[in-house]
């Protein structure tokens, strides 16, 4: 049984482990280096207003992972729900996103929107209905024609379940070709992921897609992410569990192949268990040298990394609260491109702006806006050097949809990969998301909770597995093998 436990880091996963363990009758210790808690789902402010620092959707709303730990708490998160939630640009065409894929012939809207060839929407419409909706359903929901000739895929005993270890691009051709929904998937992966879909698990994103589909819609936390960190914080505190900001662990404390505690610029904290919320690939730098041998946790390849800028403008632009940009073309062109790190050639038509005023009106003075665009970057800091070129080139790509943008900027802050390094406490990373939801990392290849010594375990993004983004690291938290 856990007495004393210290949570480290104050990001999702660290908030999401510290009320599981509340469960156990643990006391819990929860340190954060930085002054805010929060992490990559933090908030900064600029110019007396509260902007969230990258732009955040979340897929499930508060039937999602975020929901269920302040449900734990018993604190109420509401989320809002706007449908259409946005807009998708793909290309050339442009057309609503429902907040959420209900049924078939809402998802023949939706390929017919796309331009599906007509003699390819069968194909596309039984992959979609496999990806959206649980096995008993599929045929269900399926007109009689496509009924009859959809048949399970080979070598799955679960029937429509796609494969962990093959990529989305690959499970998607087994069904059809067609360019433009082969693109929107494309979109998709990067949406959910950041990561190409030719290397994104088949299989994960399955999951992800169907809970989405029994969830209430894709929305944003009333009071943006501050308010969604104000209320995990304030039922954390409120149930004893003492977050201490500004505390740096130096060294994770390890005794016969056990952990005894951690060591801070503060001092000792003794502890019968340690659960890190700083990274798999950072795990190692707070270990003697002698205790790295013992962990079990592999080096983990991260998602890709993004490039965002925030505005604060006096007078609305964006008519909806999410706006998704993706370039035309091959899609197996532009995976390409991404894996060449290509961005700049790819941010003027690939981008992603969230306008959280467009959902809380609250979030700004009266008549103002809020809005965060972002596009991919890599990850690796040593590759940062570009980022000024990058930003140039979606501020080009968006002067050329949005010309009013640009005139009407009370505030711009641009916020790169060695900021999402610094406010995740990854060290040499600016990863999106933790590590890639791969073909390589997912499945029965996704790391556990258990690191290999006694006592010491891994939260956050990295560990959890069938969510999206915040989520994957809050399910990671609510998912500990802990008894209680």
């Known amino acids: 049984m856990i007495r004393h436990a210290v949570v480290i880091g104050a990001g999702v996963g660290g908030l999401a482990a510290s009320a599981r363990l509340l469960q ?20 900064l402010r600029h110019r007396g207003v509260t902007v969230d620092v990258a732009p955040h959707v979340f897929s499930c709303s508060h039937a999602g992972e975020l929901g269920k730990v302040a449900r734990l708490l018993g604190e109420n998160l509401e989320f809002i729900i706007k449908n259409p939630a946005g807009r998708v640009i793909l290309g050339s065409r442009s057309f609503p996103l429902p907040a959420r894929f209900a049924d078939i012939p809402g998802l023949a809207r939706l390929g017919l929107s796309l331009g599906v060839s007509p003699r390819k929407l069968p194909g596309v419409l039984q992959h979609f209905a496999t990806l959206c909706f649980p096995l008993d359903d599929v045929t269900s929901r399926l007109p009689p ?13 679960r029937g429509y379940q796609a494969p962990f270890d093959q990529s989305l691009r690959d499970w998607t051709l087994r069904y059809t070709d067609d360019r433009n929904y082969h693109l929107f998937l494309s979109l998709c992966s990067i949406l959910a992921f950041v990561f190409p879909y030719d290397q994104a698990s088949a299989g994960e994103f399955q999951c992800c897609i169907q809970r989405m589909v029994q969830g209430p819609g894709i929305g944003y936390p009333r009071g943006g992410c501050q308010g969604l960190m104000d209320t ?25 192949h056990r952990v005894t505690g951690v060591f801070t610029r503060k001092g000792l904290i003794n502890a019968d268990a340690v659960f890190f919320n700083g990274g798999v690939n950072a795990l190692p730098a ?26 604060l403008l006096k007078e609305p632009v964006f008519s909806e609260p999410l706006i998704l940009g993706y370039p035309d073309g091959d899609p197996a062109d532009i995976c390409t491109r991404i894996h060449q790190e290509r ?57 050329r949809r949005f010309p009013h ?17 610094s406010v995740s406490g990854r060290p ?19 790391a556990l909770h258990c690191s290999g010594i006694e006592g010491l375990y891994i939260v956050g993004a990295d560990t959890g597995r069938g969510a999206i983004g915040t989520e994957l690291a809050a399910q990671s938290g609510l998912m500990l093998p802990l008894q209680t």
């Open 24 to 43: 156990t009758g643990a006391r819990v210790t929860l340190l954060e280096s930085l002054s805010r808690a929060g992490g990559k789902c933090g908030s």
């Open 145 to 157: 024609t496509l009924r009859r000739s959809i048949s399970p895929m080979e070598g799955s005993s």
């Open 232 to 256: 995990l914080v304030r039922g954390l505190t409120r149930h004893g569990v003492s977050i201490r900001l500004k505390e740096r662990v130096e060294r994770i404390l390890v005794e016969n």
């Open 286 to 311: 707070l270990l003697e040298e002698s205790t790295r041998s013992l962990l079990q946790a592999p080096y983990q390849r991260p998602s890709l990394g993004t490039v965002s800028i925030a505005y």
């Open 343 to 399: 961005f700049s050639d790819l941010c003027q038509d690939g981008f992603y702006i969230v306008v959280p005023t467009n959902f809380d009106g609250a979030l700004a003075p009266k008549g103002q806006q809020i809005v965060l665009a972002g596009t991919l970057f890599p990850a690796d800091l040593s590759k940062a050097g570009g980022e000024q070129e990058t930003v140039e080139a979606l501020e080009q790509g968006l002067l």
């Open 405 to 421: 943008l640009f005139e009407t900027i009370l505030h711009r802050s641009v916020h790169g990969p060695r900021f999402v390094s």
């Open 428 to 446: 040499g990373s600016g990863d999106a998301v933790g590590a890639a939801q791969s073909v390589d990392q997912c499945g029965k290849a996704r």
